[in-house]
């Protein structure tokens, strides 16, 4: 009840209807972007094909899977909007992982407002290059029917694209870039005039565009739909929908999770006698400090190799020729035990490795100092970057394992219980971190703007936290 109050109250503040809608109407334009066409695409010969990849790996969750998931559907119609927002987000990932190792993008990082700019600026250059490299490696691919995309019906191989060439490559080149660049703008726009980060409101919206799929497979497993019989008992329905409900509640104790350390400031004197100081708060250490980027890194580190094997020892009649293959279709299988413990190992792996490149204890520790601040019981200095290098270190052990579980569910699904990639990919992985991460940032902003205005916000109690960064 309070939560539909607050949405309520939403759109009595005109500027905060005026972001709401200008969000909606942004967002409605990137998803028109996701369902051009792009030119000189056999539109039969594509869906054959994909029929064709899905046929060869029914249980789901392949690379196709993954691609359909982050674009909105977008790759099954070949759109100009494929790439969508991912070259952005790729290039923000490379610079903040840059600006670790590289003196240059540090400084840079730490010159405040002047040194973000350029760093958005060198961003935005690299999203280009990396556009301009994505799309023309899918108009590569597109045009070699023998690697993947293409289709042997009988003894003629289908081709995808009806005249291949140069002429194809630039058209695709400059459609794709100019759609994910204009994606990038709407971001931005979204970010400045709407409501959230308009990054991740783009990839949450591509995810739940699968989500009236997803609730029409759903009925058809349950009740059966166009002639076509229910294959499950109806008793395993609610067993689903209350597994599905502790799910989203443990991926929201999962995101908002932090550790709290305290941190008390000493007394000092300022101008005009006054003091300030003797205060004690906390430092705040999120439990999933990660987000989703371990299991971003890790679906395609498995999947990507996986694929590449299968496509070079594909009917080989050496003995070490099929067992590679063998060996790349259980890794690349997602209900298969061998594809689970990789998974489950780079997961891990990735989650403090992340932590190690982007949490700097001893930056933190020095400031503090710089401060006057300091951590109970523990010197400052060296001891205290220890202190929080040891405590980051313990919660990424608890948070890394939640992130395991949560991306290991849906697999678990598929292999147990024979549900549907459509209908398992909600209960967990990246789509349900991204859906639910997304949502909590989305909603705090709104509940920040309703309180300033006295208005209740969405819970009776307590407030809404969000996740400090996708």
Known sequence: ??????????????????????????????????????????????????????????????????????????????????????????????????????????????????????????????????????????????????????????????QVVSNPGLGFHLITVIGMTSASLFVMWLADQITTFGIGNGASLIIMINITSRLPQAIIDAWQRYFGLAGVEANAPIAELPIVVIFFVLVVMGTVMLTQGVRKVAIHTTRRSVSGGNTYGMQQTFMPLRVNYTGVMPIIFAQPLIQIPSAILMKCFKGTESSFGQHLYSFAERLGDSTSALHMVVYAVLIMFFAFFWVATQFNAVDISENLKKDGSYIPGIRPGRATAEYLDDMMTKITLIGGTGLLVVALIPMLLMGWMTIPWSIASFFGGTSLLIIVGVALDTLRIMESHLLVRKYDGFLSHGSLRGRGGM
Not at 42 to 55: E, P
Not at 64 to 86: K, P
């Open 1 to 158: 009840m309070s939560m539909m109050k607050g949405f309520s109250n939403a759109f009595r503040i005109p500027e905060l209807r005026k972001k709401i809608l200008i969000t909606l109407g942004l967002v409605f334009v990137c998803r028109l972007v996701s369902q051009v066409p792009t030119p000189g695409v056999d539109f039969a010969a594509l869906s054959k094909a994909i029929a064709d990849m899905r046929a060869a790996n029914p249980n789901g969750g392949g690379l196709f899977d993954i691609f359909e998931v982050f674009t909105g559907g977008a790759l099954g119609q070949c759109a100009i909007g494929f790439l969508s927002i991912w070259p952005y987000i790729s290039a923000q990932i490379v610079i903040q992982l840059l600006s670790s190792v590289i003196p240059s993008l540090e400084k840079l990082k730490k010159e405040g407002e002047t040194g973000r700019m350029q760093l958005a600026q060198i961003t935005r250059y690299l999203t280009i290059v990396l556009c301009v490299v994505q799309s023309w490696g899918i108009a590569t691919v597109l045009q070699m029917p023998g690697l993947g995309i293409g289709l042997s019906d009988g003894q003629q191989l289908i």
